[in-house]
């Protein structure tokens, strides 16, 4: 911890959380959320530009990690900038590194999910060699630029037909494909996004719509964020353990994208966790934990 830090404790459940605030490079107050056991895992949110609670402990992954939350800039337990140009997604490797730094580490082990493992490998890309096993969790793939096409979604969709909210979902997802989709159109899509669509997958949409930084979204892959070729090369040249871990029927990013994302790295295994949606510590706690905890060691 250092000079420049302070820290307040909690207990959720039988967990004990530890926040703590570090200062970026540009003086911004930056949070992160510590819990669980063993060597730290610096977990990078999703949204894109959401705080790090809807990731919970991982479905127990902190049994087996001490868990190292961030929340990004402007959300959460972190200040809002001065510049708000920083909310973009390849600005956003100073505050990784700035954390590693604070965390007394040489190497940090990095799992991102969704938006986030953007950032994951736009910090691998500026910092090979301060990352030593790299977990990207249900990605997207804008910063390596996979494409997605409306067949790939349509037919991962597909799997769910025997659901019952399934018709108008669908009928959501084609107008979303076809360019026409609204706010309402989007959100009537969000039952993909979880391998049951029950109350608790609400609850979770819910609280997280309610914390996303709609401003910093907008920002987060705003022009100059993403040089594909020039990431893709870099990944190209990364030697360390790669896990590339997809939901079955996850329409945000289909195993066969997430497949082709693990193509672009030397030494990664992809893992397809069935059943699973955009949130697999969710769908089968133990599956996944087994998953990621099993390739950390």
């Known amino acids: 911890m250092t000079a420049d830090s302070t820290a307040t404790a909690t207990t959720v459940t039988t967990v004990t959380t530890v926040t703590t605030a570090f200062t970026a490079p540009d003086g911004t107050r930056l949070a992160y959320h510590a819990l669980g056991e063993g060597p730290p895992l610096i977990c990078l949110p999703g949204g894109p530009m ?15 990690r001490r868990l190292i939350l961030l929340d990004p800039r402007g959300t959460g337990g972190s200040a809002v900038p001065r510049d708000t140009g920083s909310y973009r997604c390849d600005r956003l490797v100073d505050d990784v590194e700035t954390l590693r730094l604070h965390l007394g580490l040489d190497r940090a082990d990095l799992l991102g999910h969704s938006a986030g493992t953007n950032l994951a490998v736009l910090y691998v890309a500026r910092h090979p060699e301060r990352v030593g096993r790299l977990a990207l969790i249900t990605p997207s793939v804008r910063a ?3 494409p997605i096409t409306g067949d790939t979604r349509r037919g991962t969709a597909l799997l769910r037909e025997g659901e019952p909210w399934f018709p108008a979902a669908f009928a959501a997802l084609e107008a979303v494909v076809a360019g026409k989709g609204d706010a309402e159109t989007f959100r009537a899509v969000d039952p993909f996004f979880y391998g049951r669509w029950d109350d608790a997958a609400r609850a979770h949409r819910d609280a997280g719509e309610a914390r996303k930084n709609a401003e910093a979204g907008e920002v987060f892959g705003s022009e100059g964020a993403f040089d594909p070729a020039a990431t893709r090369a870099a990944l190209a040249r990364f030697t360390s353990p790669v896990l590339v871990l997809a ?16 193509g672009l790295f030397p030494r990664a295994e992809s893992a397809v966790q069935p059943g699973a949606g955009h949130f697999p510590w969710l769908d089968d706690p133990a599956r996944f934990v087994s998953t990621v905890a099993a390739f950390l060691r």
């Open 247 to 262: 939901g079955e029927v996850d329409l945000n990013t289909p195993p066969a994208a997430a497949a082709e994302v693990a």
């Open 144 to 146: 390596v630029d996979v």
């Open 50 to 64: 959401q705080d790090s609670a809807y990731l919970g402990d991982l479905g127990g992954l902190a049994a087996h």
